[in-house]
């Protein structure tokens, strides 16, 4: 008799740990599974986030369009450093023999001294 209630008070305690064990099982799947549909919650923000700037990329990027080649560009450009620009620094009409600079409106200081 005294080993049956042994017996029955050790099942008993095994089936309360083991109920108690299954209890706190469900309440980490339940915690993880609240995360994960946080996890969710926040990604499908940030995608309709993503959506709403994409189906508004049309208005905000500027609209150009193109009349001529942009290869025509470029290739104006190497003919514009072929040929000399007009009135550059390479000009050597405001100086004079020695390479000052002169307008011509006033005499130069060794003119006019005796």
């Not at 919650?41 to 009349?67: C, H, K, M, W, Y």
């Not at 290739?75 to 040929?83: D, K, S, V």
Request: charged share 25%; net charge negative.
């Amino acid at each position: 008799m005294v080993e049956e209630s042994v017996s029955m008070v050790i099942t008993g305690i095994g089936f309360i740990l083991v109920l108690g064990l299954m209890i706190e099982s469900r309440i980490k799947l339940n915690r993880a599974i609240f995360e994960v549909q946080e996890q969710l919650d926040l990604l499908e923000r940030g995608v309709e986030v993503v959506a709403t700037v994409l189906q508004r990329l049309p208005e905000l990027v500027p609209q150009f369009s193109i009349n001529q080649s942009p290869l025509a560009q470029i290739l104006e450009f190497f003919q514009g450093i072929q040929e000399p620009a007009e009135g550059s620094y390479h000009d050597n009409q405001l100086r004079d023999d020695t390479g000052r600079f002169v307008d011509g409106s006033e005499e130069s200081e060794e003119s006019t001294t005796p």
